[in-house]
């Protein structure tokens, strides 16, 4: 999977998980923008901009990545419009895949931990 595919997916998930638990009822939207000097990237370089926005569309939503990558092209990709209710929808502008599914598995935020790989 590319870095940028990789990132596209955290950034949707960083943002989505917190609202899965009000998945059909309260949905997220807005616009977040990357703040490269609070970011690392590993392996890098960063992207010189991002923007994620969302939108509710109907009962469902949409989830629009916009940016310019470390060399300088814009990149573009959507997801959805999409539900969770366990079916595939469409994503375009991402290489490794053409579609994704949700499903709501949690009702509070989720509890993040490290652990020492040794």
Do not use: C, H
């Not at 392996?43 to 989830?63: C, D, H, N």
């Not at 573009?76 to 366990?86: A, E, T």
């Amino acid at each position: 999977m590319t870095t940028m595919a990789l990132l596209i997916i955290a950034v949707v998930s960083a943002t989505a998980i917190p609202q899965i638990g009000f998945a059909q009822t309260n949905q997220p939207s807005g616009m977040w923008r990357l703040n490269l000097a609070k970011s690392q990237f590993s392996p890098g370089p960063p992207p010189r901009s991002q923007t994620l926005t969302y939108e509710t569309v109907g009962q469902g939503f949409r989830a629009t990545n916009e940016g310019i990558d470390a060399q300088g092209n814009p990149t573009k990709s959507v997801f959805g419009v999409y539900f969770y209710d366990g079916k595939s929808y469409p994503v375009t502008g991402v290489s490794d895949f053409d579609a994704s599914s949700y499903v709501s598995v949690m009702v509070a935020p989720p509890v993040i931990s490290g652990a020492d790989p040794g």
